[in-house]
């Protein structure tokens, strides 16, 4: 491996494991706010005690984020210099309001976990977790500005092989940022409704059964269901985008080599790479065109349009149809769970209905990471779309390969410290416990 490989392989790996923490990090306060909320206006102390304790967990996760968000700063800087030396004046806005945004939710986070009970009106504690969520949710905005701009980028004048006229505002709000923020964060809200069912429903296998584990599985179905429709309708939002926009990548994700109209959608198969012969994959007339152009006679743009040293790599299309497979699980499990719940006739909380929703967790996060990789791989070989390729921007120095490892061993380090403390935070204080407590102290 060369340098320029170690550089990517670091980097992706610290995407991949700082991912995690920042879905969860995005996605948690809004759960926590709305259980305080109803906890208060129906003086329910299960939807107390679920605030509570989900803010114990998500304390933890933002402390991880934070480090592992800092080692992503580092590695702008020290693996991509050439990027940011190019480009850094154009981004330093956004980068440097996440992380004020970070610090306005800190701020808030910090007061939010001391002054419980401290107010005669409980409201008051409430409303500390609004400038939460804001501050979570600006935060995964201001960056995704920042990996928006690397995939549409504007807002200066290319002169001599340097950027000039800079308007960093214009490069914010370049055309990919509305599509990749709305799909960011509304996929970041249902990733953290059901890693919450999850808990509740590995809760409820292990025989906890009780009314606190079952009102967290309907809170979070019936807010993931809402969010799971959202983040299906903004990813169509991002396929007319990049059917405008970043036609390689869509072509790449869908094997779609020759421009055309009424163009199929291809699920599955394989490709032989000498003459792009697609096997054994399922064909949906009409599909892509709806998806790109919304009419079924909408052309599309091949793959062959462009110079083939400038196609993303091509197993990105199992990568896309993963990620759009889970989307579709995460809408319809939530779907099954409320219909049985309304019809009234099945048990919503059996082992079956608990065990899809237990396997929703891990599901979301592995289609967070699948989209990721397919927004970041999708753009190869450009680090800065049309302007700068990866191989450009890449250091010079031949350590990268020594600092992979090492950092390797601290996420290790960070997964195993963070898993163990959650462990230990509520594996002797199951809910019911806590809940008893409460009521024998009031």
């Not at 070989?381 to 950092?407: C, E, H, K, Q």
Request: glycine content about 8%.
């Amino acid at each position: 491996m060369n340098v320029v490989d170690w550089s990517r392989g670091l980097t992706e790996m610290t995407l991949a494991f700082h991912i995690l923490f920042a879905t969860v990090g995005v996605g948690i306060p809004i759960f926590i706010s709305i259980a305080e909320l109803i906890g208060i206006r129906k003086k329910d102390p299960h939807y107390s005690l679920m605030a509570r304790r989900w803010t114990r967990g998500f304390v933890i996760t933002v402390a991880v984020g934070v480090v592992t968000g800092t080692c992503i700063g580092l590695q702008l800087s020290l693996l991509w210099p050439e990027f940011m030396r190019f480009a850094g004046n154009v981004i330093s806005l956004p980068l440097f309001l996440e992380t004020f945004a970070f610090f306005f939710e800190a701020i808030f986070l910090g007061i939010y976990l001391y002054t419980w009970n401290r107010f005669s009106n409980p409201y008051y504690h409430w409303l500390l977790t609004l400038p939460i969520v804001v501050g979570s949710s600006a935060s995964a905005l201001f960056i995704t500005m920042v990996n928006a701009f690397m995939n549409t980028p504007q807002g200066f004048k290319l002169e001599n092989g340097k950027l000039v006229n800079l308007d960093p505002l214009a490069a914010m709000f370049n055309p990919a940022t509305p599509s990749k923020v709305a799909h960011v964060l509304s996929s970041a809200y249902v990733t953290a409704a059901f890693l919450l069912a999850m808990i509740a429903a590995f809760s409820m296998l292990r025989g906890r059964d009780n009314d606190y584990y079952k009102k967290s599985i309907r809170l979070n179905m019936i807010t993931g269901l809402i969010l799971a429709a959202a983040t299906i309708w903004m990813g169509d939002a991002s396929a007319v985008f990049l059917a405008e926009e970043q036609p390689e990548k869509l072509a790449a994700g869908e094997w779609h080599f020759e421009t055309g109209s009424e163009v199929p959608l291809i699920i599955g198969g394989r490709l032989n790479p000498d003459t792009l012969e697609i096997t054994g994959a399922i064909h949906i007339p009409w599909a892509l065109s709806i998806l790109a152009t919304h009419s079924p006679g909408g052309t599309v743009v091949g793959l062959n349009d462009f110079p083939q040293d400038l196609w993303p790599p091509l197993y990105v299309h199992y990568l896309f149809d993963a990620m759009v497979g889970i989307g579709f699980y995460l809408f319809a499990v939530p779907a099954l769970f409320l219909l049985m719940a309304a019809a009234k006739r099945w048990n919503p909380y059996n082992r079956w209905m608990l065990g899809g929703i237990l396997a929703g967790g891990p599901l979301s996060l592995f289609a967070i990471e699948l989209g990721w990789f397919y927004a970041e791989v999708g753009r190869q070989p450009w680090i800065l779309r049309g302007y700068m390729r990866v191989s450009d921007a890449a250091t010079t120095n031949p350590n990268v390969g020594v600092t992979f490892f090492l950092f390797a061993a601290l996420y290790l380090l960070l997964g195993i410290v963070c898993l163990l403390i959650l462990g230990r935070l509520f594996r002797n204080k199951p809910a019911e416990l806590e809940l008893e407590q409460r009521r024998i102290i009031l």
